[in-house]
C-alpha cells in the first residue's frame, strides 16, 4: 500500500514539475516576443527619424541650390552707353557655362571648312558701346554696340522681318554689285534670349538690301530664318539633332545662350550648320546669291544680338591645294583671344586634315602657326609656338603619329596681307601645314 502512495506522490510531483515547466516556457516565450516587439519599435522609431532627417536635409539643400541658382543666374547683363541700365536674365549665366563646358566636347563630325579668302571680317574689337557698328551700315531699324556678359556685340533692338527695308548690310567696296563668289561661306555667333519664341529669330538675306535691292527679283531670293534650334530656308527646314523640334512645331527656348551659325555656298548648294552639326542641305538653291543683309525679327521686346562675323570667298579643297603649292594655308582654326586654346569651330579644318593624312599615310606636316602684328612682337612669337603645338598635339589626340607632325611658331614676321585692317589681319592669323619630304 505504502508502494502504490508513493508511486501516486511521485506521479503528481512529476505532472506538477511538467506542467510548470510549460508555464515558464510560455512565459519565456511571450517575454521573448514582447521584447522583440520593443526592440522593433524601438528601430522603426530610429529608422523613422534618421529617413526624417535625410529627407530634411535632401530638402533644404534643394532649396540652396535653388536659392543660389536665383543669385548665380541674375549676372547676365547687357551694357549700354556705359549708363547703369542692366536688363536681368536669369538663367543667362549657367547657360553661359554651360556653352563654356560644351565648347570642350570634340566636334567630331563636324565637316564645315571656311573659305580661304576673308573679304570682311568684324569681330567689334575697338568699338565704342552705344554706337552705330562701324564697318556696317543701316537699311532700317535700330542696331547699337552693347556689351552682352563681357562681349563686344551688335544688339538688334525692336526689329520687324516682315517690314521690307530692316536690318544692316556689311561695308563694301562695291556694294552694289556681286561681291560673292560662287563658292564662299559666312559664319557669325547669334544670342538666344529667354524670352525668344518662335516669332523671333535672326533672318539672313543673300543680297544687299540697301544696295542691290534695284537690281534684283524679291521673288527669286528666299530668306533664311534662324531660331535658337531650327532653320527655315523656302521650303527646306531642319533642326538641331536631338532638340525634339521641327519648324513646324516651334521649339519653346528655355536657356539662353549663344550658337555659332556657319553657311557655305557652292555652286549651287548650301549647307548650314548650328554648332557642331549641319542641319540644311539644300543641293540646288534656286538662285544665286549676291550679297548679305542681318537683322533680327521681334514679336516683343526681345533683343538680337551677333557678334564674329566673317565672309569668305572660295572652297578649293585643301589636298588640291596641298598637290599645287606643297603647303595650304587656312585661316579656319581659330583660338581664344591671346591664347593657344583652340575653338570648337575650328574642328571642321582640323578634321579634315585628319582624314587627309588617314587617307594619305605617306604625308608628313610642319604646322606652322602665324598672327597678325598687334601687341607685342616676342609675345607674339611665343603665341604662334604654342598654337602651332596645339594643332600638333589635337591631331596626335585624333590618331595621327606624332613621327610626321613637327611644329613652328613664326610670330608676326611673315604677313601676308597688311594688317591695317581687320580682314588683313585675319588673314595673318593662320595656320600653314607644310608637306615634308
Known sequence: MKRVILSLFCLVIILCTSVAQ??????LNKSKKKAERKVEQRLERRIDKAVDKTLDAAEDGIDDAV???DKKDKGSTVTKNNESSVE???TAQSQEQN???VATVMWSKYDFVPGSEIIFEDDLQGEQNGEFPGKWDLVGGSVENANLNGDNVMMFIKMRAAINGMGIVPLMTHADEDYLSDEFTVEFDAYFELKASSSNYYKVEFFDAKNQKKKID?????SLNITQNTARLGTSDGSYPGSGCSFSKPHTVTNPGWRHIAISFNKRALKVYFDDARILNIPNLGFKPIGLSLLFNADNDTRGYIKNVRIAKGAVPLYDRLLTDGKFVTTGIKFDVNK???RPESMGTINYVVKMMKDYPELKFSVEGHTDSDGDEKNNQSLSEKRSQSV???LVELGISRERLSSKGYGESIPVAGNDTSEGKAQNRRVE???IS
Open 67 to 69: 536659392k543660389g541658382d
Open 99 to 101: 556653352q563654356q563646358s
Open 88 to 90: 536681368q536674365n536669369n
Open 340 to 342: 593657344a586654346t583652340i
Open 22 to 27: 510549460i508555464n515558464v516556457n510560455k512565459v
Open 433 to 435: 601645314f607644310v608637306k
Open 392 to 394: 600638333l598635339e589635337k
Open 218 to 222: 524679291y521673288k527669286q531670293f528666299s
